[in-house]
């Protein structure tokens, strides 16, 4: 069983940082995909950042580009989302989910993740 945990969650003042992590447990952390998904209240779910199994160069929304950074560690099976210059839209409970399916139909939309974390909440306000 594939589990995952988040941590790393809080409140930020604007222009602030914050590191998310995500610790994978079960299944081969080295075959799947990984991304980070966000949801603001009354709004979607929406992609903010992925990378696919091959650890090529990562994908992000346009919202969140040059801002936020997206690794992973295969030795210690964990994704981080690093978020720097964050603004109040930024708020939402983050969530981290991996899939060994096709990367392209998870970039686009046309598939769901196979697992996923439960949620952190980020905070961006003065």
């Known amino acids: 069983q594939v589990q995952l945990v988040e941590s790393g969650g809080g409140l930020v003042q604007p222009g602030g940082s914050l590191t998310l992590s995500c610790a994978v447990s079960g299944g081969t952390f080295s075959d799947y995909s990984v991304g980070w998904l966000r949801q603001a209240p009354g709004k979607e779910r929406d992609l903010v950042a992925a990378?696919?199994?091959?650890?090529?160069?990562?994908d992000y929304a346009d919202s969140v580009k040059g801002r936020f950074t997206i690794s992973r560690d295969n030795v210690k099976n964990t994704v981080h989302l690093q978020m720097n210059s964050l603004k109040p839209e930024d708020t939402a409970v983050y969530y981290c989910a991996v899939d060994n399916g096709s990367y392209y139909y998870l970039l686009h939309g046309e598939a769901s993740w196979d697992y996923w974390g439960q949620g952190t909440q980020v905070t961006v306000s003065s």
């Open positions: 990378q696919n199994w091959l650890g090529d160069s990562p």
